[in-house]
């Protein structure tokens, strides 16, 4: 069964980093094909792909925050991460990891709030 | 990056309707278009992947279609359950793009 869970604080403040963590589990992001996905949503608005790691390492970002993202993986743990550096009130937004490639495996969502 | 421009952005309805939400590709996506439903609160259910294909445990009165660049959910017979926001994903390639979603509401 394949589950995934996001964690981090719940708020920041403006000019700060993001620092998620996506905790999975039924799959391996070190087998052929494996990929983690990082969504948002800001309130009563859409989705937003923002990154993609895979199984071998390739990393795919957003280009109109690419700058500003990293991803990363601790297969042995089976995580993934997400920074975004330099948060601003317009990043405030549900964030959502997800997994496709054996099915639809979201999290739950965890919102951030960015506010001074 | 591909656009995907959905419409309506927004549909008021009545239980029973044939509904149809369309996402138009900017370029040339292939099949690689997904539909999600999100309910208030919940994340996103994936309905249809490869554009007409019905995930697992999505009833039969969703389905899927693509004319040339334009990809269609269709949803007969609404039921109140059906009453969600309803987003459209292509993934053909990088960056993966999200149309900006439709709200049904029932009239």
């Known amino acids: 069964q394949v589950t995934l869970k996001e964690s981090g604080p719940g708020i920041l403040q403006p000019s700060q980093a993001l620092s998620l963590t996506c905790t999975f589990s039924?799959?391996?992001?070190?087998?052929?094909?494996?990929?983690v996905s990082w969504i948002r949503q800001p309130s009563g608005k859409g989705l937003e792909w923002l990154a993609t790691i895979d199984w071998d390492d390739d990393k795919y970002y957003n280009p109109s925050l690419k700058s500003r993202l990293t991803v990363s993986k601790d297969t042995s743990n089976n995580q993934a991460f997400l920074k975004i550096t330099s948060m601003d009130s317009a990043d405030t937004a549900t964030y959502y990891c997800a997994s496709w490639e054996l099915g639809d495996y979201w999290g739950q969502g965890v919102m951030v709030t960015v506010s001074s | 990056d591909i656009q995907m421009t959905q419409s309506p952005s927004s549909m008021s309805v009545s239980l029973g309707d044939t509904v149809t939400i369309t996402c138009r590709a900017s370029?040339?996506?292939?099949?690689?278009v997904n539909w999600f439903q999100q309910k208030p609160g919940k994340s996103p259910r994936r309905m249809i992947y490869?554009?007409?294909n019905l995930a697992d445990g999505v009833p039969s009165r969703f389905s899927g279609s693509r004319s040339g660049s334009d990809y269609s959910l269709t949803i007969s017979s609404l039921e109140s359950e059906d009453v969600a926001d309803y987003h459209c994903l292509q993934y053909d390639e990088y960056p993966h793009t999200f149309g900006a979603g439709t709200k049904l509401e029932l009239k």
């Open positions: 039924g799959f391996s992001l070190s087998t052929y094909g494996m990929r």
């Open positions: 490869r554009a007409t």
């Open positions: 370029q040339d996506v292939g099949i690689y």
